[in-house]
């Protein structure tokens, strides 16, 4: 599911996914005077989600319980399981807080949250469970609230959350709280690869030199992968911040070069990492790669705990 719009609710319960994202592109512009930067990134969802079980109760406040699925509760993947604060630490928590406190909620929310996204992997999947959650509880407190409202509010939580209201493709720009919608990729599909460890956002943006030159890149990508697909967008797969995520993690310099053996399309780190992902034109393609890069885990190359085959989405 591309976004993270709500299931069917039965009584005061909902269901919500909330879908990882990739950075096709990401270009540093400049350093703002607020200590962000500012950015523009060409961003995809995937088919890689958690999931969000909320329901509404009478009492106040907002309970979460975390557990895990997927690769992040077997084998290798564990790793991934990193700690995941179930109180007013996680964006999931604040931002159904923000959202009671301004609209006036008499009733609490429990939320269970299923992660099957790895943090610390610039995947956006505590964003996108913000997102999710926003919308879910605006549905079951009967806000008449529009997207673009709970986008605003979601953009004071977090730079990323906004994006996860656009419902597909789109490119975000500022520190990334504006959102230009993109119609016309083609379907593609990935290969994700994530390393044991995470990487520190603000130590990666740390080593980051912004260049301005790089305006509009976003644009072009999304225009060249539109008209002539992977090939014509290769000259704008560009990430300002894989040279220093490479510098602080010999395990995502590593692991990117393993994809490129295994036969991956221009490998990529996404977002400040540290996944590394490299994009197919099919989900056979992408299996191949991945079943390539397990024969190479298998020989002790490249450190990597968890691959993931996904789709590319788009609106449904």
Not at 46 to 73: I, P
Not at 272 to 284: E, Q, T, V
Request: proline share 8%.
């Amino acid at each position: 599911m591309p976004t993270p719009g709500p299931q069917p609710a039965t009584g005061h319960s909902l269901t919500v996914l909330a879908p990882a994202k990739l950075n096709l592109s990401l270009a540093v512009l400049a350093r703002r005077d607020d200590g962000f930067h500012e950015i523009e990134s060409l961003m995809v969802p995937v088919s890689l989600a958690d999931t969000l079980h909320v329901r509404r109760c009478e009492h106040s406040g907002v309970r979460l319980e975390v557990s895990f699925d997927g690769q992040l509760a077997v084998g290798p993947g564990r790793a991934l399981a990193r700690d995941v604060p179930a109180d007013g630490r996680n964006l999931v928590v604040r931002a159904a807080e923000r959202l009671a406190r301004d609209a006036g909620a008499t009733t609490g929310l429990e939320i269970e949250l299923v992660k099957r996204i790895p943090s610390g992997a610039g995947l956006g999947g505590g964003s996108s469970d913000a997102a999710a959650v926003l919308m879910a509880a605006a549905r079951l407190w009967n806000l008449d609230w529009p997207a673009e409202r709970l986008a605003r509010l979601a953009a004071e939580i977090g730079s990323d959350v906004p994006w996860f209201f656009a419902g597909g493709p789109a490119i975000a720009s500022g520190r990334g709280e504006r959102i230009d919608r993109v119609a016309g990729l083609p379907p593609l599909a990935a290969v994700i690869a994530c390393p044991p460890t995470g990487l520190s956002t603000a130590a990666v943006y740390g080593r980051c030199v912004p260049d301005a030159s790089r305006r509009g890149e976003a644009a072009r990508l999304a225009a060249a992968l539109s008209s002539g697909g992977l090939q014509a967008g290769l000259p704008f797969m560009t990430n300002a911040l894989e040279p220093p995520a490479r510098s602080l993690s010999p395990e995502v310099d590593a692991l990117l070069e393993a994809l490129g053996q295994a036969g991956g399309f221009a490998p990529r780190l996404t977002g400040s990492g540290s996944a590394c992902f490299a994009l197919a034109r099919s989900i056979g393609e992408a299996e191949s790669v991945a079943a390539r890069l397990a024969a190479m885990r298998a020989g002790g190359l490249p450190s990597c705990a968890a691959v993931f085959v996904v789709r590319l989405t788009a609106p449904a």
